[in-house]
């Protein structure tokens, strides 16, 4: 059998492409060298994956797993899971780890019969489909929200501390 975790990390995730200008374009950088650079200028993510990898947990956090819609355009950023959060530049510290605490929740939601994978019952092909699906759902659940708060207060994103906000309501909302 496939190593799960290596062949799930080699794929490029996508989101819905009504997100692309309203959030990625204006919240993340597309991966620009110069942090310091016109286009990095009021950026809240240094890279396009990290929005991705925030969308992801704010949707998990709040149960949100939304599936795009099958009549939307899915698109991507061109960029392998297995290379998120890897230190590739001065000043950039590495957070790769995440790659593992994002595969571990999705096995945890993905409905997975696992025994039966490791007696290659059901491919892994098939496997990594249904947790890319999972991911996707999640990351559109907490995206939808993002816009949705943006929408309400169109200088939400503005604050400083919005997207930690966002986080710490959910986690207040899960202790009550």
Known sequence: MENL???????????????????FKSKANKGVKDEDSVESLGKHFSRNYELYIYAFFLGLYNDLCVEIPKDATKVDFSHHIQYWGN???SGRQSFSELQEYMFVAL??????????????????????????????S???GGL????????DNPNYHLDSTAFLDLIMETKQISEN
């Open 5 to 23: 975790f290596r062949v799930w990390a080699s794929r490029i995730p996508k989101y819905d492409e009504k997100f692309r200008d309203s959030l």
């Open 87 to 89: 230190k590739n530049s």
């Open 107 to 136: 096995i945890a939601k993905t409905d997975i019969d696992l025994i039966a994978l490791e007696k290659d019952e059901i491919k892994v092909e098939k496997v990594v489909k249904q947790l890319i699906h999972t991911m996707e």
């Open 138 to 140: 999640y990351t559109n």
């Open 144 to 151: 939808t929200l993002l816009q949705e708060k943006g929408e």
